[in-house]
């Protein structure tokens, strides 16, 4: 590792990282079109959450005219479903990299392994603690928000959007949701920092310095009941069930791959999907820094950016001295 790489880290991406080239001047059309198909398109998360939400909505959701009365049978299965769902997902990506290690260390950020043990775990060990809070608060407000929905939906108090209605918005919003993530995440994350919500609430997420696929959606109730929060921009902006359904699966289950640890998944040598982001890593270790995604560049914009440079972690330690009073 060179002096011009950043010490302590077992795997680096490309650097310096990049935002979306849609907030970058001037313009660069074919940039644009790059990102939009390497972010959608062949094997990508969002395709195969897209897959899993039209599954979902085909096969385990209910009638809308069904969800129009609250009752206990549809609402379990919608549980049911979730936390199969999040089990598998996050269960699988957890025995591929870590229990078989089917990788090893390649393409792993941190060369360190998870913890096993720790008391500031709530059962003693940091995928136990993950799992417990994933699967108890994280599918229950899940659910929760995808019942509300539903049932306004069924009874007109948002709008329902249609394909028939309007094809092209129907399809745009499946396009729009992970854009809205990226504002929404940022100011909320934000908001958490503040040194009281970080003491009370997102301090349980922090215990993951260094992160595996359970902990993406390790947090506590109150960040939970925020984070997921996000869905509720559809009693302004019109939507479909799959609309609904691919939000909070979005959210869910994209958290949970980004949570990897690792940069993607090799197959025969080549990184065939792209997982974890070495910027949200970065934030992990280093906290005060990339608080929002690269869709949209908050972080540029109000300084606390973090590109993967040396340069740049420098700026970030002389940012914490001056954030600390040092």
């Not at 699988?92 to 500031?120: A, N």
Request: charged fraction near 15%.
């Amino acid at each position: 590792m060179s002096d011009t790489e950043l010490k302590g880290w077992n795997h680096l991406p490309e650097v310096p990282i990049k935002v979306s080239p849609f907030f970058t001047w001037p313009l660069r059309p074919a940039e644009m079109l790059k990102w939009v198909w390497n972010s959608w398109f062949l094997i990508s998360e969002k395709l195969i959450v897209l897959g899993i939400a039209m599954i979902s909505y085909f096969w385990v959701q209910p009638p809308l005219e069904e969800t129009k009365t609250l009752a206990f049978g549809w609402i379990a299965e919608i549980y049911a479903w979730n936390f199969a769902l999040i089990f598998v997902v996050a269960g699988s990506l957890h025995l591929w990299f870590y229990t078989y290690s089917k990788q090893g260390k390649k393409l792993k950020y941190d060369p360190r392994p998870l913890m096993v043990k720790g008391r500031q775990f709530t059962l003693g060990g940091q995928i136990r603690d993950n799992m417990f809070w994933t699967l108890g608060s994280g599918v229950f407000f899940w659910t929760l928000y995808e019942v509300i929905m539903f049932w306004s939906l069924a009874n007109g108090f948002m709008p329902l959007l249609t394909w028939a209605a309007n094809p092209i918005w129907f399809a745009a919003l499946f396009l729009l949701i992970p854009l809205w993530e990226s504002f929404y995440f940022y100011w909320i994350h934000r908001l958490i920092h503040i040194p009281f919500l970080y003491k009370h609430v997102h301090s349980l997420h922090h215990r993951n310095i260094n992160v595996g696929p359970w902990s993406g959606m390790s947090m506590h109730p109150v960040e939970h009941a925020i984070y997921l929060g996000s869905v509720f921009i559809h009693f302004l902006v019109g939507a479909h069930p799959l609309h609904i359904i691919f939000h909070l699966q979005y959210y869910t289950l994209t958290a949970v791959s980004t949570h990897t640890g690792y940069q993607g998944l090799l197959v025969k040598d080549q990184n065939r999907l792209a997982l974890g982001t070495f910027h949200h890593q970065m934030h992990h270790r280093y906290f005060e820094c990339n608080y929002g995604s690269l869709e949209m560049p908050w972080d540029k914009w109000f300084g606390s950016f973090h590109d993967g440079t040396v340069t740049a972690n420098e700026k970030m330690q002389e940012r914490r001295k001056r954030i600390m009073g040092k």
